[in-house]
């Protein structure tokens, strides 16, 4: 017999069967739909640009929407290994300053996210 069953809107969102990606800047795996889509903007050009309709062609990065993980990729030169050396991140900036805007001041500073215990590799004085 064959029977279809009927999914509930709880059941289609469900978190488990959603793709995640894993952020360029923390490292940390999430749903794709909590992370915005980095991809570089091509023609020779090394800026990065936000694909808001996850669209764009190419291979894309994933980055949550927060100055802390913006500034941990920023360190790491996340940019440059995961989209193919592009390094601009102004377009980047731009978009995760406009989405704080709209939250408020529940943000983590950018200062507090960027300080470690120790360097990353010995070029750090």
Same mark, same amino acid.
């Given at each position: 017999m064959n029977v279809r069953k009927i999914l509930t809107v709880a059941e289609v969102l469900h978190t488990e069967d959603q793709p995640q990606r894993t952020c360029i800047g923390c490292r940390k795996k999430a749903l794709r739909s909590e992370l915005l889509r980095l991809v570089a903007e091509g023609s020779g050009s090394t800026a990065v640009l936000v694909d808001e309709r996850r669209r764009m062609a190419g291979r894309g990065a994933w980055l949550h929407p927060s100055e802390a993980c913006l500034a941990l990729a920023v360190k790491r030169? @996340?940019? /440059?290994?995961?989209?193919? /050396?592009?390094?601009?991140?102004?377009?980047?900036?731009?978009?995760?300053?406009?989405?704080?805007?709209?939250?408020?001041?529940?943000?983590?500073?950018?200062?507090? @996210? @960027?300080?470690?215990?120790?360097?990353?590799? /010995?070029?750090e004085n």
């Open positions: 030169r @996340a940019f /440059g290994r995961a989209l193919n /050396g592009a390094t601009g991140s102004t377009a980047v900036e731009r978009r995760i300053m406009a989405g704080k805007q709209d939250a408020g001041p529940l943000q983590i500073p950018l200062v507090a @996210a @960027a300080k470690t215990v120790q360097p990353e590799s /010995g070029s």
